[in-house]
């Protein structure tokens, strides 16, 4: 079956722009996670929805970071006022569980670059 | 201290070789553990999960898991070059709630053909 989805694959922002990235998580899946990967890093935690309720979002490094998931399937995350140190790729992933088997499929990821 | 700790190499082993790669994690908390592959510009790829004591087997490779000393590794067998890529170790602690994993560095692991 098809696997999760990101776009845009690639962004380019001039510093100050507001960003909106999207995913779309494997069919079914009811827990959605949003990471930030720096260059040579593993992936940072963001925010995690379980359907349409974000239950944690302790990761968002600031209040220009903004994300939501109206109807529990497809997510958004919105980067107000872009930084140069937003610069990084931004992976979503999705399990289909909500214990503590919490086996997260990753989707391609978008690479962010603020200039 | 970071809370999972990987050998960021590279660790060079030769084709047909056994390559293993090391996990430390701090919380005791912990409860499920899993080893990612990621290649260079791709996102992780999840190849095993671990959630008890002991060693798990599946296909070349195997994870061993020791809560007491807080340490998980992977063992890959009879190494190819295309298993050439940076392996990350994650952990959560979804008994407290918290569903995040927390990732190590990763470890690049390098298979000499």
């Known amino acids: 079956g098809a696997g999760v989805s990101q776009s845009p694959r690639y962004k380019v922002a001039k510093r100050g722009q507001d960003v909106a990235l999207r995913c779309d998580p494997i069919s079914g899946h009811v827990s959605l996670f949003w990471y930030q990967q720096a260059l040579g890093q593993g992936p940072e935690f963001l925010t995690y929805?379980?359907?349409?309720?974000?239950?944690?979002k302790s990761g968002l490094p600031s209040d220009r970071f903004f994300a939501e998931r109206p109807e529990g399937s497809v997510s958004t995350l919105k980067i107000q006022r872009t930084q140069q140190e937003d610069s990084a790729v931004y992976l979503c992933?999705?399990?289909?569980?909500?214990?503590?088997?919490?086996?997260?499929?990753f989707g391609p990821g978008t690479r962010l670059t603020v200039t | 201290q970071k809370e999972v700790e990987q050998n960021s190499g590279p660790l060079s082993v030769p084709e047909g070789a056994i390559a293993s790669l090391n996990c430390t994690y701090s919380?005791?908390?912990?409860?499920?553990f899993f080893w990612y592959r990621q290649y260079s510009g791709k996102s992780p790829e999840l190849i095993m999960s671990i959630y008890s004591n002991g060693d798990k087997e599946d296909g070349r490779f195997t994870a061993q898991l020791n809560k007491a000393s807080q340490y998980v590794s992977l063992l890959i067998r009879d190494s190819q070059p295309s298993d050439s890529a940076t392996y990350l170790c994650?952990?959560?602690?979804?008994?407290?709630?918290?569903?995040?994993?927390?990732f190590g560095s990763g470890t690049r692991l390098q298979v000499q053909p």
């Open positions: 919380d005791r908390v912990s409860q499920s």
């Open positions: 929805f379980q359907n349409e309720a974000q239950l944690d």
């Open positions: 994650a952990v959560n602690q979804a008994d407290t709630g918290r569903r995040a994993l927390t």
């Open positions: 992933a999705s399990s289909y569980r909500t214990d503590r088997s919490y086996e997260q499929y």
